[in-house]
């Protein structure tokens, strides 16, 4: 009887275990069609582009749209995926696009930024402030100048 019971809690975990499994693939893969829509809309070529055919302005500016709310639904479906399974997401990529209109802050490929960049001090400690130039939402990272990774550290007692 106790051997059944543990082996149907090892199936159990395990069965758990590939859907958070799955759960993290997708999540992945929409974070990674998000940024290449992004780099898309943003590519120099893309630029040129637009530059070079000024006569059809209206179907560019749709095109370029359209590339840029796909990128933003994949974000908004990743945070909704997030917050349905549990799963929780690594600060590196929450700070990569905006949380009020899910727009990408970074554009690889290209000099444009879609946010401004300023360090402020606020209460003894020094924060970097990024606003968003579509929503004009604020957003604060803690920045601190000394830190040191557990690797970094001289006196690293395992």
């Known amino acids: ?44 070529v893309q630029q040129q582009k637009e530059e070079e055919e000024k006569q059809n302005d209206k179907n560019n500016k749709k095109e370029n749209n359209s590339y840029n709310l796909l990128a933003r639904l994949a974000l908004r479906e990743v945070r909704e995926l997030c917050f349905g399974d549990q799963i929780r997401m690594h600060k590196n990529f929450k700070r990569n696009y905006c949380k009020r209109c899910f727009n990408c802050w970074l554009a690889p490929e290209s000099g444009k930024n879609f946010f401004s960049l300023k360090i402020k001090q606020i209460s003894k400690q020094k924060t970097i402030v990024l606003k968003c130039q579509s929503c004009q939402n604020n957003k604060t990272i803690p920045f ?15």
């Open 1 to 44: 009887m106790r051997k059944q019971n543990q082996q149907q809690k090892q199936s159990q975990k395990q069965q758990f275990s590939k859907q958070i499994n799955a759960q993290t693939l997708r999540n992945s893969f929409l974070e990674q069609a998000a940024y290449l829509l992004n780099s898309i809309t943003t590519s120099p």
């Open 144 to 158: 601190n100048v000394n830190y040191k990774s557990r690797n970094e550290k001289v006196n690293n007692d395992f």
